[in-house]
């Protein structure tokens, strides 16, 4: 007889020190974590952990949705690693892969992988695998662990403000200058209409600036690479939406004002479409981001990752779980809630994916975004302090578009401000 349980953080309290009631003391239990956004996510979690735990007779599987959206979501994955509490399998953003791997809280699978003939690093999006695989130890194999799910930008639209304004639809070839003559129209509606809005983080001013044809990071990850003129030109084009009024101020969330239906164009990833169908009360879609100057349709591959506690006591049946987690079965159910995409990229995965939310909304805009000739993965940094030079960047990027600073200050200074932070 086996046990399946969820436990909310209140209830995970309560169960680290009272003890596991198992019908079959042989059983091995195992617990795991994600970030879920809102119940509905829960639910699907739910079920995935229910479905994989009935097939399993020699595990029982404890799910625990996680808290905070915040990096305090990870701070309290390390808290409970290091006082040997934390679940045997958890999420983490893949920015945090690094970190975590350099401090020794997740384990090296390369080993159980290898011996593992049904596993190919070849299934899945090459970006967030070539970062998994990174080694800390030169001459070392390395898996970090196995991405649950990708998503990319898409822009979101309001397709009835375009025909108040006399547009035509968005296509996936268009380019800058259709986007910025959408905006402008559709914000000549009305004082309390934008034609576009974006979210005051680093990938949606970094789409601007990739676009244009820099990077944040040089080749090999190891210093700054945005000391040219495709900052300036990306940069001067996104704050030129803002500083005409076109775009919404930088720093207000976007997304209200856009399901309120007063934003023409709203840049944001696949987890905002289960909240856009669910509030945005007028006809809508999504298309691919425009084509830059760089003359590509530049888009972020954005991941997670399941890990193993490298205190489990339980690491084959931690690395079985993850696989299980990551097969295009599951990763089809957790993709039909509409909030991401399967981080395989077998034909299989991607036609389960296509084949979400029954037509409502153009599938395909993400899955362009994910494959696009010139997509930027979401980087863990082996060679630097990501969170202290995101501050800086971001520092720098909120008084440029407040005017403060100019887009060709920011580029012949930027790099030299964060230096430090990265290894020598």
Known sequence: MKTFRVLTFGALIASLTAPLFIVNAQDITLRWRTRPDNQAEIDVYTAASQAIDAAWDEVNLVYEPGGSETASYQDVLITE???????????????????????????????????????????????????LTTPIEEGTDALWGLPRDVSAFAIYYNKDLFDEAGLEYPTADWTWDDFAEAAEAISALGDDIFGFGMNAWWANWGYFINAAGSSFFNEDFSGCGLNNEGTVEGLTFARDLIANGIAVPWGTDSEPPFLAGNVGMFMNGRWATPGTLANANFNWDVVSLPIGPSGKATNWLFWGAYVVNAKTAHPAEAWDLITRLTSAEIQGQIAS????????????????????????????????????????????????????????????????????????????????????????
Request: with cysteine.
């Open 337 to 424: 809630l509409g909030a991401n995409i399967p981080s395989r990229a077998t034909e299989e995965a991607i036609e389960l994916f296509l084949g979400t939310l029954d037509g409502k909304v153009n599938n395909q805009a993400f899955i362009d975004g994910t494959t696009s000739e010139d997509v930027r993965t979401e980087a863990p940094l082996f060679k630097g302090n990501w969170p202290a030079i995101d501050t800086i960047y971001g520092t720098d990027v909120t008084a440029v578009f407040n005017g403060t600073l100019t887009p060709e200050e920011f580029a012949a200074t930027i790099c030299d401000k964060v230096a430090a932070e990265f290894e020598k």
């Open 81 to 131: 690693i290091e006082a040997g509490t934390a679940p045997d399998v958890f999420w983490i953003p893949g920015t945090d892969v690094a970190r975590f791997a350099e401090a020794g809280l997740i384990l090296n699978l390369a080993e159980l992988a290898a011996a593992d003939p049904d596993f190919s690093v070849n299934d899945f999006y090459a970006g967030p695998m070539s970062f």
